[in-house]
Nanobody, 124 residues
Framework: QVQLRESGGGLVQAGGSLRLSCAAS????????MGWFRQATGKEREFVAA????????YYTNSMKGRFTISRDNAENTLYLQMNSLRPEDTAVYYC?????????????????WGQGTQVTVSS
């Protein structure tokens, strides 16, 4: 079992930045891939980024590559999502997730472990 807890969400103006954190506990996360997803009101959960914890390889959805950066701190067992140049359409609940290293990282169904989410609201 892996427990995940997100933090760092909030209200920010368009063009601003936020850094989300996801603290992992329980089983070591070094054998997992960790991902960020988001879900806006009335929409499906959407892949944002993922990182293979052991190798550090990163994966992004094209629309966010260059604005968002996923990273991890091995010592702190913490996952991060640095979000820059935020837009009103980035408003959503952001979730971190953990899943096996083999499979489709881009699909929410790949991840058995989820945090409770943190709200990000970008005002225009």
């Amino acid at each position: 079992q892996v427990q995940l807890r997100e933090s760092g969400g909030g209200l920010v103006q368009a063009g601003g930045s936020l850094r989300l954190s996801c603290a992992a506990s329980g089983r070591t996360v070094s054998s997992y891939v960790m991902g960020w997803f988001r879900q806006a009101t009335g929409k499906e959960r959407e892949f944002v980024a993922a990182i293979n914890w052991r190798e550090g390889h990163t994966y992004y959805t094209n629309s966010m590559k260059g604005r968002f950066t996923i990273s991890r701190d091995n010592a702190e067992n913490t996952l991060y999502l640095q979000m820059n140049s935020l837009r009103p359409e980035d408003t959503a609940v952001y979730y971190c997730a953990a899943g096996p290293r083999i499979g489709n990282y881009y699909s929410a169904a790949h991840y058995p472990y989820w945090g409770q989410g943190t709200q990000v609201t970008v005002s225009s």
